[in-house]
């Protein structure tokens, strides 16, 4: 099993202590990730850090040093309550909306990160929540790849490479044979015990991890209807599991 890493929300006022400690963990181990950058964050709740003026200078030197850069929508609001096609969430930045506007949200995004110097034909989508009309909106902005989707090998769809990410980060990590998967990192808030334990992950000496640009070499396979229905109904079992031990965390601390 090939194990790639990407790191979503990343944004001038992020939490820069945890993305720091992130990067020494990486750097140490030699692995070039894949980082999610919002073009002209208005989300709230990614401000986490002080401020970096610096902050495209510091992506382009990270880019430069190979490390993959996806753009992670356009502003990070999500407008609709919709899951799209990989609904592991019911919300969304673009899923719901009419194509002309997807289209004119992706294209402000690409002039942005081009303006400052960052080219790039990956997309990572806000919420993992995406449709048809974002997807052939990509494609007429020149985007090949997206990260997401469940499986264990790249498979194209609609034009587009899709890069999947993991189920359950512990189970399919220890997957045999030529697979390939993605592993999820949210560092704003992240706890020293979180990320100690993303330490102790990397030291493991039975994990194959690789450069995101490693896993952009890797041959698409055409998926059918069958793994199009799985891929649907496992993100869609996920989102109701969630939901269910939320409501039971809830019910946990109100009976204390």
């Given at each position: 099993?090939?194990?790639?890493?990407?790191?979503?929300?990343?944004?001038?006022?992020?939490?820069?202590?945890?993305?720091?400690?992130?990067?020494?963990?990486?750097?140490?181990?030699?692995?070039?990730?894949?980082?999610?950058?919002?073009?002209?964050?208005?989300?709230?709740?990614?401000?986490?850090?002080?401020?970096?003026?610096?902050?495209?200078?510091?992506?382009?030197?990270?880019?430069?040093?190979?490390?993959?850069?996806?753009?992670?929508?356009?502003?990070?609001?999500?407008?609709?309550?919709?899951?799209?096609?990989?609904?592991?969430?019911?919300?969304?930045?673009?899923?719901?909306?009419?194509?002309?506007?997807?289209?004119?949200?992706?294209?402000?995004?690409?002039?942005?990160?081009?303006?400052?110097?960052?080219?790039?034909?990956?997309?990572?989508?806000?919420?993992?929540?995406?449709?048809?009309?974002?997807?052939?909106?990509?494609?007429?902005?020149?985007?090949?790849?997206?990260?997401?989707?469940?499986?264990?090998?790249?498979?194209?769809?609609?034009?587009?490479?899709?890069?999947?990410?993991?189920?359950?980060?512990?189970?399919?990590?220890?997957?045999?044979?030529?697979?390939?998967?993605?592993?999820?990192?949210?560092?704003?808030?992240?706890?020293?015990?979180?990320?100690?334990?993303?330490?102790?992950?990397?030291?493991?000496?039975d994990l194959k991890f690789i450069s995101y640009s490693n896993l952009l070499q890797k041959p698409p396979v055409h998926p059918g209807c069958c793994m199009?229905?799985?891929?649907?109904?496992?993100?869609?079992?996920?989102?109701?599991?969630?939901?269910?031990?939320?409501?039971?965390?809830?019910?946990?601390?109100?009976?204390?």
């Amino acid at each position: 099993m090939d194990i790639a890493i990407r790191m979503d929300d990343i944004t001038p006022d992020m939490d820069w202590e945890s993305f720091l400690s992130m990067k020494e963990i990486l750097d140490t181990a030699g692995i070039k990730p894949l980082i999610g950058i919002v073009p002209d964050n208005k989300d709230k709740m990614l401000k986490c850090g002080e401020m970096h003026t610096d902050f495209w200078q510091q992506i382009r030197q990270l880019q430069q040093q190979g490390w993959s850069i996806a753009m992670h929508g356009y502003q990070h609001l999500y407008e609709t309550r919709q899951g799209g096609l990989f609904p592991l969430n019911h919300f969304s930045e673009f899923a719901g909306l009419s194509y002309e506007i997807q289209y004119e949200k992706l294209k402000k995004g690409k002039e942005i990160l081009e303006k400052n110097g960052i080219g790039t034909n990956l997309f990572m989508a806000p919420g993992h929540s995406y449709d048809k009309n974002t997807l052939r909106a990509l494609v007429e902005l020149g985007f090949t790849y997206v990260t997401d989707g469940f499986g264990y090998q790249p498979y194209h769809y609609k034009g587009i490479t899709f890069l999947p990410i993991a189920y359950h980060s512990r189970k399919s990590i220890r997957k045999k044979g030529e697979k390939i998967t993605t592993l999820v990192y949210h560092m704003n808030g992240s706890t020293p015990e979180q990320i100690q334990e993303i330490r102790r992950l990397f030291a493991e000496e039975d994990l194959k991890f690789i450069s995101y640009s490693n896993l952009l070499q890797k041959p698409p396979v055409h998926p059918g209807c069958c793994m199009r229905l799985l891929e649907y109904g496992g993100a869609t079992a996920k989102h109701y599991l969630v939901v269910a031990r939320s409501w039971i965390k809830k019910l946990t601390r109100n009976n204390k």
